[in-house]
């Protein structure tokens, strides 16, 4: 745990990475809570210093945005894949596991 990296650092280093990714495609998986997760396929619309914006299709041609917290990517509530070749974007979640 001496080595252990602050959150803030992580939050940061997430956003960074996101902030990169703009415009491309990615597989959202939320946890919604009461056992209900959420996956969805969208276009990474933009990275707010709090937030990112992932615009999906809906039914009948409709899009629609949805917003998601860093903490949430940080603490494994949201996790967000590679649409091509399915591999997770960040595993922090994996790294506190080993770790303990």
């Known amino acids: 745990m001496e080595n252990e990296i602050p959150s803030v650092n992580r939050v940061d280093q997430i ?5 990169h990714l703009t415009g491309s495609r990615i597989k959202v998986r939320a946890n919604m809570g009461r056992s209900r997760i959420v996956e969805r396929t969208g276009t990474l619309v933009s990275a707010h210093p709090s937030l990112f914006m992932v615009e999906v299709e809906e039914r009948r041609g409709r899009k629609a945005r949805q917003s998601y917290q860093y903490v949430d990517v ?27």
């Open 15 to 19: 956003h960074k990475s996101l902030a």
């Open 74 to 100: 940080l603490t494994g509530t949201v996790e967000l894949f590679d649409t091509e070749s399915g591999d997770p974007l960040f595993d922090f979640v994996g790294e506190q596991q080993a770790q303990e």
